[in-house]
């Protein structure tokens, strides 16, 4: 079993940056693929990025391609999610999770996944 835990959510104003980051404790980290999953209010939950086990390979949400970039450290049990020209139809609640699909990186829908954060908010004004 996974705990995770996100932060680096906030305010930020379009055309913006940040940094979203996800710490997992209580397994073996390189065990799991990794993903970044969002919800609008009033909205299904949307993939965002994937990343596998070892961080070679990723796989982006056509919303976000060429805008996010989803990285991991797995000597230090992190993924982070680097967002840049952030628009508001980006607000959300942000969710990492961890899976152990055999899709692998290419495991973009919730129900791959096994485990999940609590969730950070990201609010883009216009």
């Known amino acids: 079993q996974v705990q995770l835990i996100e932060s680096g959510g906030g305010l930020v104003q379009a055309g913006g940056s940040l940094r979203l980051s996800c710490a997992a404790s209580?397994?073996?980290?390189?065990?799991?693929?990794m993903g970044w999953f969002r919800q609008a209010s009033g909205k299904e939950r949307e993939f965002v990025a994937a990343?596998?086990?070892?961080?070679?390979?990723?796989t982006y949400g056509d919303s976000v391609k060429d805008r996010f970039t989803i990285s991991r450290d797995n000597a230090k049990n992190t993924i982070d999610l680097q967002m840049d020209s952030l628009k508001p139809e980006d607000t959300a609640v942000y969710y990492c999770?961890?899976?152990?699909?055999?899709?692998?990186?290419?495991?973009?829908?919730?129900?791959?996944?096994?485990?999940w954060g609590q969730g950070t908010q990201v609010t883009v004004s216009s």
């Open positions: 990343i596998s086990k070892s961080g070679v390979s990723t």
């Open positions: 999770a961890a899976g152990t699909s055999l899709l692998g990186w290419k495991a973009i829908h919730s129900y791959e996944y096994d485990y």
């Open positions: 209580g397994s073996t980290f390189s065990r799991y693929t």
